[in-house]
């Protein structure tokens, strides 16, 4: 027994992990249900590292130093049971299982507690970065009991991508919690997604620019304060040129937005946790109003109503639709941090926000310069109540504020849908107001069901009696 580590699903992300490892001087056992796939990395990448390869669970668990340290890299569901039950038949106590798939945070919790009543230390790990960062450094973020971190932080760590000489990997607390911290990334990630999508659809809808136009507005964008691995990428997927007809690759793909699931994951739990993540709501809404073909066929000549002009000064809206893209972000995040905190407090986590901001700044999908600024505002303020709250982001809202009123008035009127940029500044907006329309909200539910209403000048709670002589009894 000699291997460090073992690798078990090696699909892509499995098959670069495992090079990553042994690039960096691990001994990596390899395992998969079908030996060809084991066989093929060896082939190609044998030579990257010092590779063990097995075919049967046994030889694997058995090829492994204790405490054996095993990653499992299939697809999250049903398949990560089977091999967990597998696996943990074949281990002992003490040993390290870890679940490096988009599982659903719930099924880790289960898992885990499944796992440590068999004295198996059961490590649910978000990894981010896709293909690329599998082999290259991803961020990496690690739930489950802290001991297993011990032996297993150091590795993790090692492989994961570095800033400012901080490895994209940290412990981040019991059970499900890294897994559920995965998930609101991916939330996220999707919320991005959206808003880089709105601000291409107003560059081409509201100023008339082509694919490549808007490529240089992405490529001159990343030089800046929205520097980010999505906004490079924009970049380059509005470059591309479709080789068979010539035309921009983006204006030959279908418009309809698929998902596997995670970004539905985090609104539902975010319902569950009575915390607003209207940024992440819309940009699954708006993929599935995408994915609606049928409707969308039949809706189309439906009534525009009567359009307003399009902005003439380019430079000028161009600045706008970019500062509508950084308010709308600051309240993305804004609102994911605070579905963080809220699970934390849920389950017990002691989640910390400064270090998500820390591991998020390299390797995943959602790494962006402006993660420096989250994470030195957490750092200044663990208590923030609201990102939206801290110097830097207030006042950077407060410069883009304008603009982005502007740019939702100029969609409104253009006729361009902006769910995620819109429905961001009513969020703002509701954030900030003095006064808010939940009181008649209260109101009627005091009047039709006697749910009771808290005054704004006493104590207690109160109740109309609304069908009798409408007087005020406390409740
Ligand atoms: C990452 C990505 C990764 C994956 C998502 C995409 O952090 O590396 O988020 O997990 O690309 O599964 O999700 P959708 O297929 O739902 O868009």
Same mark, same amino acid.
């Given at each position: 027994?000699?291997?460090q580590?073992?690798?078990?699903?090696?699909?892509?992300?499995?098959?670069?992990?495992?090079? *990553?490892? /042994?690039?960096?001087?691990?001994?990596?056992?390899?395992?998969?249900?079908?030996?060809?796939?084991?066989?093929?990395?060896?082939?190609?990448?044998?030579?990257?590292?010092?590779?063990?390869r097995?075919?049967?669970?046994?030889?694997?668990?058995?090829?492994?130093?204790?405490?054996?340290?095993?990653?499992?890299?299939?697809?999250?569901?049903?398949?990560?049971?089977?091999?967990?039950?597998?696996?943990?038949?074949?281990?002992?106590?003490g040993?390290?299982?870890?679940?490096?798939?988009n599982?659903?945070?719930?099924d880790?919790?289960?898992?885990?507690?499944?796992?440590?009543?068999?004295?198996? *230390?059961?490590?649910?790990?978000?990894?981010?970065?896709?293909? &690329?960062?599998?082999? *290259?450094?991803?961020?990496?973020?690690?739930?489950?009991?802290?001991?297993?971190?011990? !032996?297993?932080?150091?590795?993790?760590?090692?492989?994961?991508?570095?800033?400012?000489?901080?490895?994209?990997?940290?412990?981040?607390?019991?059970?499900?919690?890294?897994?559920f911290?995965?998930?609101?990334?991916?939330?996220?990630?999707?919320a991005?997604? =959206?808003?880089?999508?709105?601000a291409?659809?107003?560059?081409?809808?509201?100023?008339?620019?082509?694919?490549?136009?808007?490529?240089?507005?992405?490529? =001159?964008?990343?030089?800046?304060? %929205?520097?980010?691995?999505?906004?490079?990428?924009?970049?380059?997927? %509005?470059?591309?040129?479709? /080789?068979k007809?010539?035309?921009?690759?983006?204006?030959?793909?279908?418009?309809?937005?698929?998902?596997?699931g995670?970004?539905?994951?985090?609104?539902?739990?975010?319902?569950?946790?009575?915390?607003?993540?209207?940024?992440?709501?819309?940009?699954?809404?708006?993929?599935?109003?995408?994915?609606?073909?049928?409707?969308?066929?039949a809706?189309?000549?439906?009534? !525009?109503?009567?359009?307003?002009?399009?902005?003439?000064?380019?430079? &000028?809206?161009?600045?706008?639709?970019?500062?509508?893209?950084?308010?709308?972000?600051?309240?993305?995040?804004?609102?994911?941090?605070?579905?963080?905190? /809220?699970?934390?407090?849920?389950?017990?986590?002691?989640?910390?926000?400064?270090?998500?901001?820390?591991?998020?700044?390299?390797?995943?999908?959602?790494?962006?310069?402006?993660?420096?600024?989250?994470?030195?505002?957490?750092?200044?303020?663990?208590?923030?109540?609201?990102?939206?709250?801290?110097?830097?982001?207030?006042?950077a809202?407060?410069?883009?504020?304008?603009?982005?009123?502007? +740019?939702?008035?100029?969609?409104?009127?253009?006729?361009?849908? +902006?769910? /995620?940029?819109?429905?961001?500044?009513?969020?703002?907006?509701?954030?900030?107001? &003095?006064? %808010?329309?939940?009181?008649?909200?209260?109101?009627?539910?005091d009047?039709?069901?006697?749910?009771t209403?808290?005054?704004?000048?006493?104590?207690?709670?109160?109740?109309?009696?609304? !069908?009798?002589?409408?007087?005020?009894?406390?409740?």
């Amino acid at each position: 027994a000699r291997a460090q580590i073992g690798v078990t699903g090696l699909a892509v992300m499995g098959s670069n992990i495992a090079r *990553n490892f /042994a690039r960096h001087g691990y001994t990596v056992a390899l395992h998969n249900r079908s030996i060809g796939k084991t066989d093929a990395l060896l082939e190609a990448h044998g030579g990257e590292g010092d590779f063990v390869r097995t075919e049967t669970v046994e030889e694997f668990v058995a090829a492994l130093e204790k405490p054996r340290r095993v990653l499992i890299m299939v697809k999250a569901g049903d398949a990560t049971d089977a091999v967990i039950e597998e696996l943990a038949d074949a281990m002992e106590p003490g040993d390290i299982i870890i679940d490096g798939g988009n599982a659903l945070y719930t099924d880790t919790i289960r898992r885990e507690a499944a796992m440590a009543a068999r004295g198996l *230390n059961f490590v649910g790990a978000g990894i981010s970065g896709g293909e &690329e960062g599998a082999l *290259n450094g991803p961020a990496i973020m690690p739930g489950g009991p802290k001991e297993s971190y011990e !032996s297993l932080g150091p590795m993790l760590e090692s492989i994961a991508a570095q800033v400012d000489g901080t490895p994209c990997c940290t412990h981040i607390g019991p059970d499900g919690s890294g897994h559920f911290v995965k998930m609101v990334h991916n939330g996220i990630e999707y919320a991005d997604m =959206q808003l880089i999508g709105e601000a291409y659809n107003l560059f081409r809808d509201a100023l008339g620019f082509d694919a490549k136009q808007i490529a240089d507005v992405f490529t =001159q964008w990343n030089t800046g304060e %929205l520097e980010s691995y999505l906004v490079e990428i924009t970049a380059e997927v %509005l470059n591309q040129v479709d /080789a068979k007809t010539g035309k921009p690759l983006v204006d030959v793909i279908v418009d309809a937005a698929e998902q596997k699931g995670t970004g539905r994951w985090t609104v539902k739990s975010a319902l569950d946790l009575g915390i607003p993540v209207t940024g992440i709501a819309e940009a699954v809404f708006a993929r599935a109003l995408s994915g609606s073909r049928t409707q969308r066929a039949a809706a189309k000549g439906l009534a !525009s109503g009567v359009l307003g002009e399009k902005p003439t000064d380019v430079a &000028e809206f161009t600045e706008a639709i970019r500062q509508a893209l950084y308010a709308s972000k600051i309240v993305a995040y804004a609102q994911g941090f605070d579905q963080i905190a /809220a699970g934390s407090a849920e389950y017990n986590w002691d989640l910390h926000p400064g270090d998500l901001a820390t591991i998020w700044r390299g390797g995943c999908i959602i790494r962006a310069r402006f993660l420096n600024r989250i994470k030195e505002a957490y750092e200044a303020d663990p208590a923030l109540p609201s990102l939206i709250l801290a110097p830097y982001f207030r006042e950077a809202i407060e410069k883009a504020i304008d603009s982005w009123r502007r +740019v939702v008035v100029v969609a409104t009127q253009l006729g361009i849908p +902006v769910p /995620a940029f819109a429905s961001s500044l009513s969020y703002y907006d509701g954030l900030r107001a &003095e006064r %808010l329309p939940a009181a008649l909200t209260q109101g009627q539910r005091d009047f039709f069901g006697a749910h009771t209403y808290e005054r704004i000048d006493a104590e207690g709670k109160y109740h109309t009696l609304w !069908s009798g002589d409408r007087s005020e009894v406390p409740a």
